[in-house]
Nanobody
Framework: QVQLVESGGGLVLTGGSLRLSCTAS????????VGWFRRAPGKEREFVAA?????YYTDPVKGRFTISRDNAKNTVYLQMNSLKPEDTAIYYC?????????????????WGQGTQVTVSS
């Protein structure tokens, strides 16, 4: 059974940094596309970043977040710098065989359980 496990969340002050990890077991990362999504309290899930051949970002995180992958470790990372209170959310990673529409949650068929990120002002 394939699984994704996120880690690295926590509480940080405004302007701080966190690095989230998404580690796959099984054959999950035979799926070429891996994305990060987040859900803030009272809001719908939104796309944050994805990686396939290129990296994709939602506008609010461009220049602050970096997605990368280490295939040898079966892990995808989300480096988050200059964090803001509006980045507070549960962050989920997901994987997909699809290689287009990578910003759309519907293309992802495997999801992690999420990790909480809280940015305090």
């Amino acid at each position: 059974q394939v699984q994704l496990v996120e880690s690295g969340g926590g509480l940080v002050l405004t302007g701080g940094s966190l690095r989230l990890s998404c580690t796959a077991s099984g054959r999950t990362f035979s799926r070429p596309t891996v994305g990060w999504f987040r859900r803030a309290p009272g809001k719908e899930r939104e796309f944050v970043a994805a990686i396939w051949r290129s990296a994709y970002y939602t506008d609010p995180v461009k220049g602050r977040f970096t997605i990368s992958r280490d295939n040898a470790k079966n892990t995808v990372y989300l480096q988050m710098n200059s964090l803001k209170p509006e980045d507070t959310a549960i962050y989920y990673c997901a994987a997909s065989y699809a290689m287009d529409l990578v910003t759309e949650g519907k293309i992802y068929d495997v999801w992690g359980q999420g990790t909480q990120v809280t940015v305090s002002s």
